[in-house]
């Protein structure tokens, strides 16, 4: 059974830092791209920053470059988010996401943790 | 980069049908996926690809795609599907995930 369970959130003065962590199970951790998604209260979806199996590449959304950065080992079967310069505007609750690296199937997120929530206040 | 548009809300009466859709460039080149997602849960994906369906997704979900448009069907809604619904394609670059905004749906 795939199953990916985040950890490392909580509340966090605005300027600090969080580092997040996703354990991976029930799969070929180091065959899939990786994703990280995040859900401000109330509000919808936002695809934060993903992860080439190799760690080779790496994306991220505009509002997070140069602050946020994403990594993995594939040794511990885990997926990472490290948070600096924490924002309000980054308080969500925060998904790691496995992605299928196929046109045919259109590149669906088909497998998501349960989330961590992360506050970002004073 | 580029955007995805759904509905904000949209309604249907118990065992009717009723269709979700999502527009964006990006859906030219790139299939949709669907997600179902219920207060308080991770998403769920229930559609991918051009037409399929995860394992234990009921078959009253499909999906379908016409130039930059994309839909979700469902065909006899069920007082459990009332939920909010992402679609999400490619970025334009093909690098990165894109969602939409969401669509919540209530079944009546």
């Known amino acids: 059974e795939v199953q990916l369970v985040e950890s490392g959130g909580g509340l966090v003065q605005p300027g600090g830092s969080l580092r997040l962590s996703c354990a991976a199970s029930?799969?070929?951790?180091?065959?899939?791209?990786m994703s990280w998604v995040r859900q401000a209260p109330g509000k919808g979806l936002e695809w934060v920053a993903n992860i080439k199996q190799d760690g080779s590449e790496k994306y991220y959304v505009d509002s997070v470059k140069g602050r946020f950065t994403i990594s993995r080992d594939n040794a511990k079967n885990s997926l990472y988010l490290q948070m600096n310069s924490l924002r309000a505007e980054d308080t969500a609750v925060y998904y790691c996401?496995?992605?299928?690296?196929?046109?045919?199937?259109?590149?669906?997120?088909?497998?998501w943790g349960q989330g961590t929530l992360v506050t970002v206040s004073s | 980069s580029s955007e995805l548009t759904q509905d904000p809300a949209v309604s249907v009466a118990l065992g009717q049908t009723v269709r979700i859709t999502c527009q964006g460039d990006?859906?030219?080149?790139?299939?949709a996926s669907w997600y179902q997602q219920k207060p308080g849960q991770a998403p769920v994906l229930v559609i991918y690809g051009k037409n399929n369906r995860p394992s234990g997704i009921p078959d009253r979900f499909s999906g379908s795609s016409s130039g930059n448009t994309a839909s979700l069907t469902i065909t006899g809604a069920q007082a459990e599907d009332e939920a909010d619904y992402y679609c999400?394609?490619?970025?334009?670059?093909?690098?990165?995930?894109?969602f939409g905004g969401g669509t919540k749906l209530t079944v009546l």
């Open positions: 990006s859906l030219r080149s790139y299939y």
């Open positions: 029930g799969f070929t951790f180091s065959s899939y791209w």
């Open positions: 999400n394609s490619r970025d334009s670059s093909g690098n990165h995930p894109l």
């Open positions: 996401a496995r992605e299928v690296y196929d046109f045919w199937s259109g590149y669906p997120l088909d497998y």
